[in-house]
């Protein structure tokens, strides 16, 4: 199948830093608090929601087949190399929801010392969102989809604004945002929402995090199906690109689950250690 432009251009940037991602993670030692183990494992101890990084990954399939990950869910910071691609895992395993649908709001904040600091194709917002969502239709959408900020005319400011919930004519802002990025927000199920009911999570939720003025967004949408056994055809995995950022906050919500916990914040150090 052909691929996409925003497909060749993923395979590009993450195909240059693949061999160097890998020769340091694995001189890199293991973050505070971290703990090495079995996929199974992690599955099977750790909370709805909890996240690994998937050590000596470099792909999506090294990492989506990967049977060891280092357990996150009680590290506070995570220190890793400022250079190469990093792939994570969400844990999607919930015994009470075996076979439900449902998705992840996975938003990065990339922090930078200073706007000099920005590299130009990151400055600004980069949208994903996987595949097999719906429409307001109910019509299955198999592709997935993915904008870089070069692709996208709003700003970080205006991004979160028009997810602000508070504010008025929501269809309105909607249409506007569509006009700019294309349909990004659908529906996790058929005769579900549409994930822009829970755009707060885009919005005031995410605005909290802003602690510089020199920042970059990724905002994922990541739809999973909930699984009770220990394994999954298809986990949940996530790549983040440092790209010269001294750190950033990755950002976890399931906003369908019924278990608040779900939420889940991590820092994470580029290139120095975490205090």
């Not at 755009?199 to 699984?227: D, H, V």
């Amino acid at each position: 199948m052909p691929q996409t432009k925003s497909c060749r251009k993923t395979s590009r940037v993450l195909g240059r830093a693949a061999a160097f991602s890998l020769a340091v993670a694995s001189l890199l030692p293991l973050p505070v608090q971290a703990e090495r183990r079995l996929r199974a494992d992690f599955y099977e101890e750790t909370p709805f929601g909890s996240l690994a990084w998937i050590r000596n990954s470099t792909t999506r399939a090294a990492a989506e087949s990967n049977l060891f990950v280092v357990d996150l869910t009680t590290t506070p910071c995570i220190a890793l190399p400022a250079e190469g691609i990093h792939w994570f895992m969400i844990n999607h395993s919930d015994r009470n929801l075996d076979g439900r649908p449902g998705y992840f709001a996975v938003r990065i904040l990339y922090e930078y010392e200073s706007d000099d600091h920005l590299p130009l194709n990151q400055v600004g917002i980069h949208l994903q969102r996987n595949g097999n969502w719906f429409d307001a239709s109910g019509t299955e959408i198999a592709d997935g989809f993915e904008k870089y900020p070069d692709q996208i005319t709003l700003s970080g400011a205006s991004f979160t604004s028009l997810h602000d919930p508070s504010g008025q004519d929501a269809a309105r802002r909607l249409e506007r945002f569509r006009k700019s990025v294309g349909d990004w927000h659908l529906k996790p199920t058929r005769d579900g929402e549409s994930s822009w009911q829970d755009r707060y999570l885009y919005g005031p939720a995410l605005r909290a995090y802003f602690k510089r003025s020199a920042f970059a967004i990724s905002a994922r949408l990541m739809r999973f199906t909930a699984t009770a056994r220990t394994w999954s055809t298809k986990p949940v995995v996530f790549w983040l690109d440092p790209r010269g950022a001294e750190g950033a906050t990755i950002l976890i919500n399931a906003p369908r689950h019924p278990d608040t916990p779900s939420r889940r914040v991590y820092t994470v150090k580029f290139g120095g250690g975490c205090l």
